[in-house]
């Protein structure tokens, strides 16, 4: 099968220039003005923006978590993410406390296996347990099986948790593999005292999710993290940063030349703590960790996103039904499950109040959601880039389509939108993976399966066929 798309302005991380694309069978084969080729699908691009596939790598999909289930699989949660112009994802495959690593793939393999992606995807390896669980030895064998990156969670007390003998170890082993280290950034100890005492006081409702995670806690961890990978020589990467505590570690870091990067996430851009202060059946949609800020923390997130101290924006996509699922903490709030949805909508929201509000170029905006997430994360340059050889996830974006964002017109299977009534002016009009129209307007074109596994190169190396 073969597709010419004709007469787009393909926009990657460093070009921006018009010419048609030739795709031969699942790679780009063509970039050239004016190609004279026959083709078996012609599409006309004219007035478009043709950028590579967004890659999200922060989900949650099928995840068993404060006691319930985050309500996508692997299906719905990639049929609304490649609505929304994402081609490839890298989700969290949980080593649970107790259970062997191999054992953690095969379980996330399965659900892949039962609930077929329409887009790629890859795994991350969260480590819970390195004392009655994995093996550091099974840790180094990870790789192995293209799943170059441990995540750790510096809080969630009593759950998944780990201490820094198990972060230092870690960071250790990825520096030997060459895995890429994650870290969720809070200090769950102290959290933990905090949430003790509100719930011991009778502070139930929602508001106190977020006053018992104040700021410092999460640049506290931030700041530890990245002093234990450096001391173990390992990359560090910090997820959902969300405030100006946690930033400003990253930025030392950074400009002193060590291997750290950070990520933030929609949430944190566009959401502040005032949205707890609300009856439980709204504000419970507001509970993910970290939570929602104060607002004057969405500045210097920007500014940070300009300035490439926070690199890559994903959407810690964490879905929980707000009828049936955060109702468990209707009388105590660290009983509602941790976490928001956003797969569908980080393009839209990025491209209209950051590309359209003048804060960063549309080449930026391509950057931080799909080359920087691609080299990082051993992807590149199969993924991340428009390019020949590379494979044909291409974007067909129309930056004067108008579109509300909502529940009712979203394909994940949360019955809440966080953006809800949010008009955005530009979104994806065809979604192509591998060569393939996947997404055509509004209608999903590709049967689930059409997805496949992503075994990704080790940190620093580049992925080719
Ligand atoms: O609230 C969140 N973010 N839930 C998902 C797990 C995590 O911390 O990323
Ligand atoms: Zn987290
Ligand atoms: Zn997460």
Request: aromatic share 8%; hydrophobic share 40%.
């Amino acid at each position: 099968m073969s597709v010419l798309i004709r007469g787009g302005r393909i926009i990657t991380a460093s070009e921006d220039y018009f010419a048609d694309i030739f795709i031969d069978g699942e790679e780009i084969a063509l970039i050239a003005d004016s190609l004279d080729v026959v083709a078996d699908q012609v599409i006309d691009a004219t007035g478009k923006y043709v950028i590579p596939g967004a890659i999200d790598p922060h989900t949650h999909i099928e995840l068993p978590f404060g006691g319930t289930t985050t309500c996508d699989d692997f299906t719905s949660a990639t049929v609304a993410a490649a609505f929304g112009g994402t081609t490839s994802l890298v989700d969290f495959c949980f080593q649970m406390p107790g259970q062997s690593f191999r054992s953690a793939l095969d379980t996330w393999y399965e659900k892949v296996d039962r609930c077929k992606p329409v887009i790629d995807v890859g795994f991350h390896m969260a480590i819970t347990d390195l004392y009655d669980g994995g093996t550091l030895a099974d840790l180094a064998k990870v790789p192995d099986e293209g799943v170059t990156s441990y995540k750790v969670f510096m809080a969630y007390k009593g759950a998944v948790m780990v201490d820094d003998e198990t972060l230092f170890k870690t960071c250790r082993v990825a520096a030997e593999t060459g895995a890429q280290v994650m870290v969720h950034a809070e200090n769950g100890d102290v959290i933990d005292v905090l949430v003790k005492e509100a719930i011991a006081a009778g502070k139930t409702e929602p508001k106190w999710h977020a006053a018992t995670r104040p700021a410092i806690t999460e640049g506290e961890a931030t700041g530890r993290a990245i002093q234990i990978a450096h001391l173990a020589e390992a990359p560090l990467y910090v997820v959902h940063v969300s405030c100006k505590e946690s930033i400003e570690p990253i930025a030392r870091a950074r400009q002193q030349g060590w291997a750290v990067m950070g990520e933030t996430c929609p949430q944190y851009l566009f959401i502040d703590e005032t949205m707890l202060d609300q009856p439980f059946a709204e504000a419970a949609k507001y509970i993910y960790t970290p939570p929602p800020r104060a607002k004057e923390n969405q500045e210097p997130l920007w500014d940070a996103l300009g300035s490439d101290v926070l690199s890559i924006v994903s959407t810690d996509h964490c879905p929980f039904r707000i009828k049936d699922q955060k109702t468990l903490g209707k009388d105590d709030f660290s009983k509602i499950p941790n976490g928001g949805p956003g797969i569908e909508n980080r393009m839209h929201l990025l491209h209209h109040f950051g590309v359209n509000a003048g804060r960063f170029s549309m080449s930026r905006l391509v950057e931080m959601t799909s080359t920087n997430v691609a080299k990082q994360f051993g992807l590149y340059p199969k993924k991340g880039t428009v390019a020949v050889g590379s494979d044909a996830d291409l974007v067909l974006w129309d930056p004067l389509k108008e579109v509300t964002i909502s529940a009712t017109t979203h394909h994940s299977n949360i019955d809440y939108n966080l953006y809800e009534g949010t008009d955005v002016t530009g979104a994806p009009t065809t979604v192509l993976v591998r060569g393939k129209v996947v997404i055509d307007g509004d209608s999903l074109v590709a049967k689930p399966g059409h997805g496949q596994f992503l075994k990704r190169a080790r940190f620093g190396q580049e992925l080719t066929r």
